[in-house]
Structure formats: C-alpha cells, structure tokens
C-alpha cells in the first residue's frame, strides 16, 4: 500500500508490502529506499513516533524496524540526534547504467567571450534584490509578459541610448532567455517572412550560424580583412546580414566607417535587415567604445545586447531592439517559445541599471580587462613567430601562428593535456580547408589571482609545444 509521510523534515513515496508482515514491509521499503538513493546518506528520518502517526503502524513496530537496520548498517542512532541513513561508502549501490563522463573542469580557462564570474557584483545584486522584493506588488509572482518586463525596458532604452547610441523606445524592445535564443527567433521569424538567404561573417561564431541555418536560412559567407566584413559581396538575393560590427569575433577588428555607411545604404534600398550582435560594447580599452551600428539607420537595424559578457551567462537576459514591424512578429514567437523570460532577474538588472550599479561595475571590469590583455600582448610580443590582432577590446585576443610552425589541432592539444581550455581559429570559416590558424585566447574568465598562473601555463605549453 503506497504512503508518504509529511511530518519530518522530508517528503518520501514509500510503498509498504504488508504480505509478510507489517514490521517486514517496512524494513524492505526503507531498505530499497537507501539503496536506491534516494535516502542518501545521513539523511534525517522520522521520529518513530511521527512515522508511526504518518503510516498508520505501531510505535512499536517503527521502533523495531529501525533497530534492526541500525543492526545491519544501514541506520545510526544517537541519543538526541535522532535516527539517520547510516555513513556506508562500501554499501552497494543499486546496479545502473554507466553515465555519460561529466566534463571536466579545465584548470585554466582561457576561451573567449567569458566574464570574471568571481567579479560578479553580489553585494549589489543582493541589495538590489532586497529593494526588487521589498516593492513587489503580488502580479511580480505571476505568468509575465513575454516582450518582458517595462521597468527593464525602460531601464535599458535610457541606458543603450546614452552608452551605445541606440535609438530606441521601450516599446521596439523585447528580452530574450539569453542572445541565443533571441538569435533563434529573430531568424524563424525571417524565414517565415520569405527571407531565404543571410549573411554571415567568415570566420565568424559557428554555434551561432547553426542557429541561423537551423531556422531555414541559407547563409553566404561574408568574407572579413583588417576593415571588418566586406560588404561588397553581397547577393541581390540576400535578405539579411548578421554583424559583430563594434568587435568582429573572433578577428576583434571593427567594421570601418565607410562599410558601415555602405552596409547601411544597401539595407535601406534593399529593404534587407541587419542583425547587430553587440557582444562585448562595454569594452573598449583605448578610447570610448565604437557606437552601435544601429543609431545610423535605426529602422534597417536590430540591435542585440546581453547581460552575458558584464554579469554573467548564468542570468540568461538578452535583449533586442527591434524595427516596429518586427515587434509583434518575435514577440508572438518568444511567446511560443519560452511564453516569458524569468521575472525577478530582470526587476533586479533594471534596478542595478537605473541605480547606476550597473555602470560602476561595468567600469570596474573595463579596468581589469584592460590590464589583463597587456599583460597577455606583453606575453605574446615576446615570442617570436606568434601575432596578436585586433583593436583594444573585448574580451579574447586573436594570435595567428607562423606557418612553419606547430599546427593549431597540436598546441590545442598540448594546451587541453595541461588544463587549459581555448579556441582555435579554423572551425570559425566556414570551409576551414587552408585557412589561417590561430587561437582565440580569452583573458577575462579566470579571477585576478589565477590569471597570472593561467598565462605562465599557456606559455608554457606553447613553448614546449614548439619544441
């Protein structure tokens, strides 16, 4: 007969075969119970009283069930502790298929595109927290709007219009669980709207152009030199151009004026739609960060930020901003998707916006990214052979390698065999046949006291690599 008790600390499904008697019964069911795990050890149970009360038994018998599996090892008693799921690490496990191999941890993170997480603003996110639940009205805690929350996008249309130069209202822009997602449902929406060939630029982020293609679209390489992508290869065919235009991932060059200007021009006779992905704005080390391309032609132009690169991945927020006819159209899909984006995360990143928390933080990480790439740059300009590109920003540097040298597969694999985790070039080209090698080396993701061990490691590893 199935029971449950409620009363402990713990909720449990039990069922109880009384067949062989009722004190049986209950040995099995607590028994199976441990070995399945689903009383892990140390695990605090019932009272004898309490789970006597819950099932329906005698005191007596929960009392005698219990010490005979105090007997055989599987419980412990202590007076005033109460009755536990006894330490027993020999204890055989119930037999299971064999797990997939959890990824392992590199020591030494070093991929591009990822924050300081151990940076992460915690004192002001919990007391922006605290003024987000203090405030809440009870609708807070209901289903939420899927275009998301107005007192974000009202936060982010003041703050990409005077740190980005983003031409927006709150009401073109819509919040996505991440730019992933938001990619995702820009291209549906284009393809269902008849748009069948984008451009993409090569080298350009892989995962994302599977995106794109996975939503129906045919995606034309857009070659990319030292003035960004190249614009002048666009087909009459081509719908839709998809841009790093402030920091192009993974060369780290920006799209020049004139391209801009002429990428501009060719969506508005064109009536084709530029996708900007605006990934890592906020750094720029040298100068004010390059504008966004969409305050030259607001209308021809979606505008997509994250919280990703100043926060973190974990918070799952992203944002577009859209061309009024496109509102409706991805807001009605991410309602499909996802029906809203998860409420309180974007009351506290509005809050931390609108208190200014945000750009101190901002700020503060510019600092420590700024000194973390000369002092990769330094590492780098010593070593004969290897080249560093792209402008003063972001958070990765791109290095090519001497043709004569060790291949892109080989320091790759000599990296991963002492702990480090980067990125190579190639797999960024579309064809990667004879392409240039390289590697993408982020210097943002390990904390100030790791990074210097992590540069030491890398230079390591590539100087016995070329060997």
Known sequence: MPNSWSSSRLDLLISLDAAGGRRSGLESALRAAIRQGRLP???LLPSTRGL?????????????????????GHLA????????????PQRAQAPASCPAPAPTTPRHDLRPGLPDVSAFPTRAWL???????????????????P???????????????????????????????????????????????????????????????????????????LPVDAHGACADVLTPGT???????????????????????TLCAWACSTGGLIVEDDYDGEYRYDRQPVGALQGIAPDQVV?????????????????????????????????????????????????????????????????????RRELLLDRVAARPGLTAHGVPAGLHTLVTLPSDGPTEDQLLARCAHHGLALRGLTELHHDPADRPQGLLIGFAAPSERAYPAALDALFAALGRAQV
């Open 77 to 88: 008693t202590r007076p005033g502790a109460g009755t536990k799921v006894a330490e027993a």
């Open 239 to 261: 719908g839709a151009v998809f841009l790093t235009p402030s920091h192009q991932y993974p060369t780290g060059v920006p799209l020049h004026p004139s391209r801009r200007r």
């Open 147 to 221: 275009q998301g929350r107005i007192e974000l996008r009202n936060a982010l249309a003041d703050y990409l219009g005077r740190t980005r130069g983003v031409i927006t209202t709150p009401d073109r822009i819509v919040v996505t669980s991440g730019y992933y997602q938001g990619l995702g449902l820009l291209s549906g929406v284009l393809s269902a709207s008849g748009t069948h060939t984008a451009a993409v630029e090569d080298p350009g982020h892989n995962l994302f152009r599977e995106v794109v293609q996975r939503a129906g679209l045919t995606t034309l390489p």
């Open 52 to 72: 006597a009360q819950e099932l329906g038994l005698s005191r007596g018998t929960v009392s005698a069930a219990y010490a005979q599996l105090v007997e055989e």
């Open 303 to 371: 505008y997509c930020g994250t919280a990703s690169k100043t926060l973190g991945p974990a918070l799952r927020l992203a944002w577009m901003v859209l061309p009024h006819h496109l509102v409706q159209p991805v807001m009605r899909a991410k309602q499909q998707a996802d029906l809203y984006t998860e409420t309180l995360g974007q009351l506290v990143l509005a809050d931390l916006i609108t208190t200014h928390a945000y750009d101190r933080h901002v700020r503060a990480a510019r600092l420590r990214y700024r000194r």
């Open 127 to 145: 007391a922006a927290t605290r003024r987000v639940l203090n405030h809440a009205r009870p609708e807070v805690f209901g289903a939420g709007d």
């Open 41 to 43: 050890a140390g695990t």
